[in-house]
T-cell receptor, first 111, second 110 residues
Framework: KQEVTQIPAALSVPEGENLVLNCSFT??????LQWFRQDPGKGLTSLLL?????REQTSGRLNASLDKSSGRSTLYIAASQPGDSATYLC??????????FGSGTKLNVKP | DAGVTQSPTHLIKTRGQQVTLRCSPK?????VSWYQQALGQGPQFIFQ???????QRGNFPDRFSGHQFPNYSSELNVNALLLGDSALYLC?????????FGPGTRLTVL
């Protein structure tokens, strides 16, 4: 069974810092990996989707990489802002239509 | 273009009761997935519907059932509610790879 782990569970940084969030998965037979943002008590907002054949995707200050063979993905956030404070979740798609989420990294960016 | 909508926003039930949650997908999306998110945890995949059929199912008991209508909207039904069913229930719609999530329904079982 696929297990998705996110480290660290929580992170607090000063505004302007560059930071990296980690996601690891146990079974490398995935279709894709998606990063989401979740604000307290709200639904999920898709940030980046990386297909299994891709190595990275970029959107604005966000860059996500995927190393399928080692079962790892990272989300890089450049020049962090207080508005980036949220929980960040990664999810892998497997068996065509099964999705497995990590427990998330709760990010706090201090002004 | 409206995104994914869910109703109700909040719901309080007692043990043993039954509940129905509703989801309207994003326009043009034919696939709907349901997730359960306990406090402090990531979402757990319940099942996915496509063309009114359950296409894939996660590790949830038969107390959890669903339905998809011809207009692609969907319902999640939970019977014989347990205290452990208290969670945020999320619906996501998709047409290809990217999933778009609704705001969720917060279910509290007393």
């Amino acid at each position: 069974k696929q297990e998705v782990t996110q480290i660290p569970a929580a992170l607090s940084v000063p505004e302007g810092e560059n930071l990296v969030l980690n996601c690891s998965f146990t079974d490398s037979a995935i279709y894709n990996l998606q990063w989401f943002r979740q604000d307290p008590g709200k639904g999920l907002t898709s940030l980046l989707l990386i297909q299994s054949s891709q190595r990275e995707q970029t959107s604005g200050r966000l860059n996500a990489s995927l190393d399928k063979s080692s079962g790892r993905s990272t989300l890089y956030i450049a020049a962090s802002q207080p508005g980036d404070s949220a929980t960040y979740l990664c999810a892998v798609r497997q068996d065509f239509n099964k999705f497995y989420f990590g427990s998330g990294t709760k990010l706090n960016v201090k002004p | 273009d409206a995104g994914v909508t869910q109703s109700p926003t909040h719901l309080i039930k007692t043990r043993g009761q039954q509940v129905t949650l509703r989801c309207s997908p994003k326009s043009g999306h034919d696939t709907v997935s349901w997730y359960q998110q306990a406090l402090g945890q990531g979402p757990q995949f319940i099942f996915q519907y496509y063309e009114e059929e359950e296409r894939q199912r996660g590790n949830f008991p038969d107390r959890f059932s669903g339905h998809q209508f011809p207009n692609y909207s969907s319902e999640l039904n939970v019977n014989a509610l347990l205290l452990g069913d208290s969670a945020l229930y999320l619906c996501a719609s998709s047409v290809e790879d990217t999933q778009y999530f609704g705001p969720g329904t917060r279910l509290t079982v007393l």
